[in-house]
Antibody, heavy 125, light 108 residues
């Protein structure tokens, strides 16, 4: 079965950096685009970033562009999110999600059929 | 950016009754619309993609309809496990992918 397991969350000072990772299993990882989404405490869902199945295209929300970098390693079935210059508004649960369709399917990569349990990024006081 | 608006924000329903949730897009998204369910402390779960196609394992009491700018998620005969927050998301014109603000379905 599909599993997405995030790691790397923690307490960070504003202005600091953190690297999130997601280990994927149960599907042919190299056939699917992958996303990161987040949810601030008590708030709704926000899409953060996407990386194409082969890593050649990456998209970001305006709110994180220039500060966050998404990457993947198809040999290790992992996707990562490097977060720099963190702001208070970046504090959230970060979810790794799998595109619902493989790259060769016309339904596109935008919908997400599996979500990890999330990893929490919290600001230090 | 396509703005997704969900209504109502909160829906109070008695178990066994039906519920209708609405989602409106600021411009046409065709049928590129997904619905997700999120329970407290859990990750979202895909219910519907392509506006009306139920995801694997989703009960038939969940149905999606609509196209263009107006969409509906209907839940017939609500079960205790259906009380949750529901989000719609467009994937027609992205980036960015955009979600609605959510509808909380609570027990009346």
């Amino acid at each position: 079965q599909v599993q997405l397991v995030e790691s790397g969350g923690g307490v960070v000072q504003p202005g600091g950096s953190l690297r999130l990772s997601c280990a994927a299993s149960g599907f042919i990882f190299s056939n699917y685009g992958m996303h990161w989404a987040r949810q601030a405490p008590g708030k709704g869902l926000e899409w953060v970033a996407f990386i194409r199945y082969d890593g050649n295209n990456k998209y970001y929300a305006d709110s994180v562009k220039g500060r966050f970098t998404i990457s993947r390693d198809n040999s290790k079935n992992t996707v990562s999110l490097q977060m720099n210059s963190l702001r208070p508004e970046d504090m959230a649960v970060y979810y790794c999600t799998k595109s619902g369709a493989p790259y060769y399917d016309n339904s596109g990569s935008g919908w997400q059929d599996y979500w990890g349990r999330g990893t929490v990024v919290t600001a230090s006081s | 950016e396509i703005v997704m608006t969900q209504s109502p924000a909160t829906l109070s329903v008695s178990p066994g009754e039906g519920a209708t949730l609405s989602c409106r897009a600021s411009q046409s998204v065709g049928s590129n619309l997904a619905w997700y369910q999120q329970k407290p402390g859990q990750a979202p779960r895909l219910l519907i993609s392509g506006a009306s196609t139920r995801a694997t394992g989703i009960p038939a009491r969940f149905s999606g309809s609509g196209s263009g700018t107006e969409f509906t998620l209907a839940i017939s005969s609500l079960q205790s496990e259906d009380f949750a927050v529901y989000y719609c998301q467009q994937y027609s014109n992205w980036p960015p992918l955009t979600f609605g603000g959510g509808t909380k379905v609570e027990i009346k």
